[in-house]
């Protein structure tokens, strides 16, 4: 093959154009409608087993480090850069949880899942848009067919149901991008620069984000080794991306509490990195060979035929070695449990390289043609139904426990915040607590700053003064009708001595709810009944209240802006055949209800994206009915 210039070509070959002008537009719709559907596919899991409860390094590295420093005015940008969490420094992850809490007012875990499940699909998403343009027009529909099988599985639960692992995503989205635009771009020319500024921020991350420069050093190299890059600015490059990557190395702590987790010999740590490269295909020797088939065809290519330095496979070659360093690093640092929930969602970013590297070689196999479709149909039907092994094996079961655990954390968690009592954390069952050292745990609990940010969960409901009860007698406490469930919170209501009989007004005045941008009241009885009212009063001015879900046997809820200032709650009740009662109130944040809400029409994201998804297969057809069997392409 001719060689060209070393810099030269850096866009990679021509692709056709499209056949007819609107297919343009299908490719980017397409890849919309599948990030709708996995949106909706993670919102499902967040919404049936998810907790708003913070859990495990989220109560030390989120509030005791950052919460509490911010709202103690002691909170520098040294923090951001020296305070590592473990062997990362998380500079990325702490802004966004930062920016997440200014924003909705309320630490709220859910809204924290809800943002890292967007991260996550938007990564995969442009990934998938990325080898794409590597495959080309005809496998288009086949990559994004893959994607969705492959990320439509819940295997990576645990990341979607703890809102502190924004980390991964992060990691996966700069690392991407950095290999794009580094590989397709000149040394030291702008597009350059900012693929490396986003490898920095892919180690401002996660530990492993250091490996970004270290996967473009060996592939430079490689291509310098090859005679297709020998300038002298890429070989500077290659000099800069290596130090960069010892710098990393450099700047990563080692926690010495973590030493038992890795490797001691040679052999754990290959059959770690073995177990690893093989996920999902769970077979011993033969699985690791298997799954990396496709990438391995694709290195040989590469070393074989050369191709110029515009060529975007060389991006694909350049993911491969940077998943397989990172899965050397976790199987050195987490050698005796490899597979850990939280890191599949790095292991599938390898299964689909090596699916995208299996349709390259498919496309440049020079071999019988009659042996390429079917020895890539019986890998994808292999790793596929294994992972849906794994699914069946391991998600359900996980998840459930998940969510038994979390009830619990949150039932102890909120009865020592309303007690101060401590035998509500000690002496349980390590996952009933959400952190593992329970005094610890009490002290974060204890500081007046993270009390005043508590998920509405767990967070001390506002005390109340009942005032102006006419006649008196009107309003008593716990003052609603038998079949109404007892809070373990003060209630007031007009459900006295002679049950409903009673009518008469009442004022119970409230404090300014900390940080909380709104307030959640509970409410029963018959707030909607003729001659029954709930006003709130704040600042002079008086305005109703709508409570959803109440009723006579009931709690419902009435959710109004109070801005974070006292307010007095008024009970209006001359019906003689009715009541009302309402509870102490819980400070909740501004996105509190639109993050219940859009967890619970996670359906409409599915129907959304299943409907454009079949306008493009439509779109495709007619076309491809009019223009030709070129048409078919996205």
């Known amino acids: 093959m001719p060689h060209r210039s070393p810099d030269e070509s850096l866009t990679g070959p021509t692709l056709p154009q499209p056949p007819f002008p609107a297919a343009r537009f299908l490719l980017p719709v397409a890849i919309a409608a599948l990030g709708l559907i996995l949106f909706g596919i993670k919102l499902l899991v967040i919404g049936t087993y998810g907790n708003a409860t913070p859990y495990w390094d ?17 909170l520098g940008w040294a923090d951001f850069f020296l305070v590592a969490q473990n062997e990362h420094r998380s500079l990325t992850s702490w802004l966004l949880s930062l920016g997440l809490l200014l924003a909705n007012g309320v630490w709220n875990p859910l809204l924290q899942m809800v943002v890292n499940a967007a ?12 080898l794409t343009r590597v495959v080309g027009r005809r496998f288009e529909a086949t990559i994004l067919a893959f994607v969705f099988l492959l990320f439509g599985c819940p295997f990576g639960w645990e990341n979607t149901l703890v809102g502190f692992q924004s980390c ?20 030291f020319t702008a597009r350059w620069w900012a693929g490396v500024g986003l490898s920095v921020c892919g180690f401002f991350s996660m530990a492993s984000g250091a490996l970004a420069p270290a996967a473009l050093t060996a592939v430079g190299t490689l291509q310098a080794l090859l005679g297709v890059r020998t300038t002298r600015r890429h070989l500077a490059s290659l000099v800069f991306l290596g130090a960069l990557f010892v710098l990393g190395v450099a700047l990563t702590p080692d926690v010495p509490h973590h030493a038992v987790l890795k490797a001691k010999t ?6 770690a990195w073995t177990t690893i490269l093989a996920w999902p295909v769970n077979v011993p020797l033969l699985g690791p060979l298997l799954r990396n088939a496709p990438a391995a ?22 993911l491969v070695i940077l998943m397989g360093g990172q ?46 479709a079917p020895a890539a149909v019986l890998w994808t039907v292999a790793v596929l139904a294994s992972l849906g092994v794994v699914v069946h094996r391991h998600c359900r079961g996980g998840m459930e426990y998940r969510l038994r655990t979390a009830r619990a954390q949150e039932l102890h968690t909120r009865a020592y915040v309303r007690t101060g009592e401590s035998h509500h954390l000690t002496d349980k069952p390590l996952h009933d607590v959400p952190f593992y050292k329970p005094e610890l745990l009490a002290q974060i609990l204890d500081r007046p700053s993270v009390r005043s940010i508590l998920p509405s969960n767990l967070g001390c409901p506002l005390p109340g003064e009942l005032r102006d009860d006419q006649p008196s007698g ?79 046997a009931a709690w419902g809820l009435a959710t109004v802006t109070v801005d974070g200032r006292p307010f ?67």
């Open 168 to 187: 991964f995503p992060f990691v996966l989205l700069f690392s991407i991008g950095s290999l794009w635009l580094v590989t397709t771009a000149a040394p």
């Open 297 to 318: 065809l694709l290195a040989a290519f590469m070393l074989r035929t050369r191709p110029p330095a515009g060529d975007r496979r060389w991006f694909l070659l350049t």
């Open 474 to 552: 009107t309003c008593t406490m716990n003052g609603h009708g038998p079949a109404v469930p007892v809070q373990p919170t003060p209630t007031w209501g007009t459900y006295g001595p002679q049950g409903a009989a009673t009518t008469g007004l009442a004022s119970i005045a409230f404090p300014a709810a900390h940080r909380g941008y709104r307030v959640e009241i509970p409410v029963a009885g018959l707030p909607q009944a003729e001659g029954i009212s709930l006003e709130i009063e704040q600042d002079g001015r008086r305005r109703p209240l709508v409570a959803s879900g109440a009723s006579e």
């Open 119 to 130: 991260l996550h699909v938007g990564t995969i998403c442009l990934l998938a848009a990325l």
């Open 327 to 372: 899965g050397l690093i976790l199987a050195y640092g987490r050698a005796t449990e490899p597979l850990t929930n939280r890191y599949l969602d790095l292991f599938a970013i390898d299964v689909l390289v090596n699916f995208a590297c299996l349709v390259c070689v498919v496309e440049a196999w020079t071999a019988p043609r009659r042996l390429a």
């Open 58 to 74: 989220q109560w030390d590295a989120e509030a005791a480090r950052l919460y509490a420093p911010l709202l103690e005015g002691r």
């Open 266 to 271: 040679l052999s754990q740590l290959l059959h």
């Open 568 to 634: 007095t709650l008024h009970l209006t009740d001359s019906s003689p055949e009715a009541w009302l009662a309402v509870g102490s109130p819980v400070a909740v944040g501004r996105w509190d209800h639109a993050v219940r809400r859009l967890l619970g029409e996670w359906d409409l994201l599915v129907i959304a994206g299943s409907i454009t998804a079949m306008g493009v297969v439509m779109s495709v057809g007619l076309a491809r009915g009019t223009a030709g069997p070129r048409a078919d392409r996205l």
